[in-house]
């Protein structure tokens, strides 16, 4: 029974301490005190054949010591070589252990109303804004005891607002960097963007912490407006002590097209969903994830979408590598809802194993309640064929070298689709890491 | 030219434990362009496969010296950076992996670590190579045969080729599903390799390519092994007889159940 969990050490004296230390608006509070009670009663989630008893999310500490730096050059080397250079750098904000380490945002995005601003600011300064998105249509604070975890001991995030006709070319960049032993990042972002919009966002998540047991329980929530463009590319590789639950989710407007590239890299126990609701007509979605399991971590992928919308498109392709003894469930599922004519939805999902005693579980699912839709699935789980591996060796190239390049080709879709090159190398340096 | 570049003797080769090659013998020198020839499932992909070290394909007896050294006894990777190279009939596809990535790992490979090939030099090469082979530039680019055609995979297999310079390249039916077009385009890329330090063996089951490509000696398979020999003229008569002419005058009887040959 999924209900059991470790006595949690903050109470409501605790939260409205907390909150009030941070000059939080009233309706927020109530937000919290109503996420730590439900906390109390709502039942884990379940993911399918992943057993979480046990799994830390509730021993951590929460306020956790900061430090802001004037220049991106006196970030440490492992934030720094993330940050995008030249036209790719005046949009950034750093969060170390949730505090505002460094932001920038240019004077043309301020000029045209964007807000690009730590959680903390925006409540402080657009509580009202927020307050539309926060909890509303992507994610639910009662879902389950996670979601309402979330509510209560939020101490990280992020408020990116695009105003309606604002399209940004370049990218915006977060960096959510925890540093502290047996830490809890609790972060919560929100994008929004009215309609006929359009931005790119790249968020990083990584932690310098060794020993003991840190908890990241992450929730984002994406509005794409009417006709408005969402480009979401987020690399994670929190360390092996993070026990981490991410949960992004998307909400898209009438023609509104959200696309997500994300690497999922961490070293830890992880339980993640990916979730997008094509709420209205002519809208869509395209999901790229890739993933590498090692070690003996536990992994549970959600890739999850909704079309309520006519015309709605989808579009799934999860590719996961499992080695050594690390174990993964990948649920890919798409679901049709009745009255959602017209629609097409299409998913992918491919693991590559590279050891006999790791585990990969590759489910399609397919729910369709319409009638006059399409929709395709595909599903498989494999060794490296041993056939191009002889290819490339005809080459000249060794073994290993050629398994290497198998691997990198395997992962990137999502490689070549984040739009900042320092991201892109890391993943490329994260990828060659795990698969030594 | 003392030393044979190839030499094969006495070749068995068995696929799923059946005997495809049954006792080939071969000799190729430095400079030379042998072409074999022969009906459908005689064993003319299995022995290019076999001298490369397909997995699947099961050396039963025999011996195989290329370059003095004992091939049998190496590795795939180690007879390609040796000097052989063979440009298959069905290439496999590696998604994810561009051309230029691809062809620079393996010219790598072989000069070894510390002596990689700068990038301009090897920009500038392959762009030589892809605009004598008619290929566009976005070629670089695409992953590695990934949604190439027929046409295209054998063009990419002739650029590799190229780029490679291997000292003995095996070529399987490098002309099947070619127009003439590209047919000529391959044969300038195999003419345009020809030096006393390269030799080629050139599988093929039609007389068309040679007709661009002049081989010094054409043989002829047939069940397992080499049932003639003769000069480009042998060829030309083929063309014009088909195999069964000469099987009459060979007095070699249809084998029951021919394999058709996959890479």
Do not use: A
């Given at each position: 029974m999924a209900t059991e969990m470790k006595d949690l050490h903050y109470d409501t004296s605790y939260l409205e301490s907390f909150s009030g230390r941070r000059g939080e608006p009233d309706w927020f509070l109530d937000l919290r005190k109503k996420g730590l009670e439900l906390a109390q009663t709502l039942p884990l989630p379940k993911p399918e054949k992943t057993r979480i008893i046990g799994w830390n999310f509730t021993q951590f500490e929460h306020e956790l010591p900061t430090r802001t730096v004037d220049a991106v050059a006196d970030l440490p080397e492992s934030v720094r070589s993330l940050i995008g250079q030249g036209e790719q750098s005046g949009n950034l904000l750093v969060l170390h252990n949730g505090s505002t380490a460094y932001a920038a945002l240019s004077e043309d995005l301020k000029a045209k109303g964007v807000i690009f601003t730590d959680l903390a600011t925006a409540l402080r300064d657009y509580g009202d804004l927020v307050k539309k998105y926060y909890f509303s249509k992507a994610a639910k604070l009662d879902a389950h005891k996670l979601t309402a975890l979330n509510a209560a001991l939020v101490n990280s995030g992020l408020f990116l607002y695009v105003p309606k006709n604002v399209d940004i070319e370049v990218p915006l960049q977060a960096v959510f960097w925890l540093d502290h032993d047996n830490g809890g990042l609790i972060n919560h972002v929100i994008i929004a963007t009215e309609a006929n919009s359009s931005v790119t966002y790249v968020e990083n998540y990584l932690s310098t912490t060794n020993s003991g047991q840190a908890v990241a329980n992450i929730i984002t929530e994406v509005y794409v407006g009417e006709n408005a463009r969402v480009q979401f590319g987020g690399v994670e590789y929190l360390s092996s002590d993070v026990t981490t639950f991410i949960n992004r989710r998307g909400y898209v407007g009438r023609d509104g097209n959200l696309q997500w590239a994300l690497g999922q890299m961490n070293d830890g126990d992880l339980i993640t969903e990916t979730y997008s609701e094509l709420a209205g007509d002519g809208s869509s979605v395209d999901t790229k994830a890739v993933s590498i399991g090692r070690g003996t971590q536990k992994q549970n992928f959600v890739n999850r979408i909704k079309h309520y919308g006519k015309n709605s498109t989808s579009n799934m392709l999860i590719h996961g590598v499992q080695r050594e003894e690390a174990q993964a469930i990948f649920n890919g599922i798409t679901k049709i809802e009745h009255g959602a004519s017209k629609s097409d939805g299409e998913q992918t999902q491919r693991v590559l194993m590279l050891s006999s005693k790791a585990r990969g579980d590759a489910n399609p699912i397919l729910l369709i309640d319409e009638d006059d839709v399409v929709a395709g699935h595909a599903a498989s789980v494999g060794r490296i064929d041993p056939i191009q591996l002889y290819y490339l060796m005809s080459r000249g190239i060794p073994k290993n070298e050629a398994e290497r390049l198998i691997i990198h080709g395997f992962l990137e879709p999502v490689v070549s689709q984040l739009p900042i090159e320092g991201v892109k190398e890391q993943l490329a340096a994260v990828i060659e890491g795990k698969v030594q | 030219m003392s030393q044979p570049v190839l030499k094969i003797e006495n070749l068995h080769v068995a696929i799923e434990g059946k005997e495809i090659v049954k006792g080939f013998n071969l000799e190729i020198h430095g400079g030379e362009i042998h072409a074999i020839m022969g009906p459908n499932g005689t064993g003319k992909s299995t022995l290019a496969s076999a001298l490369m070290g397909h997995p699947k394909y099961e050396i039963t007896e025999g011996k195989v010296t290329f370059l003095g050294q004992d091939l049998l006894e190496m590795e795939v990777d180690e007879r390609a950076r040796a000097g052989m190279f063979l440009a298959m009939q069905y290439p496999s596809e590696i998604a994810g992996v561009t051309n230029s990535d691809f062809l620079r790992t393996a010219i790598n490979a072989r000069r070894g670590e510390g002596n990689e090939i700068p990038l301009m030099k090897f920009i500038k090469k392959l762009d030589e190579k892809m605009a004598l082979l008619d290929m566009g530039e976005e070629f670089a680019t695409?992953?590695?045969?990934?949604?190439?055609s027929g046409g295209e995979k054998k063009r990419n297999e002739i650029l590799q080729l190229m780029m490679l310079e291997p000292k003995l390249a095996i070529l399987d039916e490098i002309d099947s599903g070619l127009d003439i077009d590209a047919l000529k385009v391959v044969a300038k890329g195999v003419n345009a390799m020809r030096s006393p330090e390269f030799s080629c063996l050139i599988i093929t089951?039609?007389?068309?390519l040679l007709n661009y490509i002049t081989p010094d000696k054409v043989h002829v398979m047939m069940q397992g092994r080499i049932v003639t020999s003769g000069g480009p003229e042998l060829a030309e008569r083929l063309e014009a007889e088909g195999y069964d002419g000469l099987k009459k005058e060979l007095g070699i009887e249809e084998e029951e159940g021919t394999v058709e040959q996959e890479a």
């Open positions: - | 695409r992953y590695l045969n990934e949604g190439f089951h039609y007389q068309r």
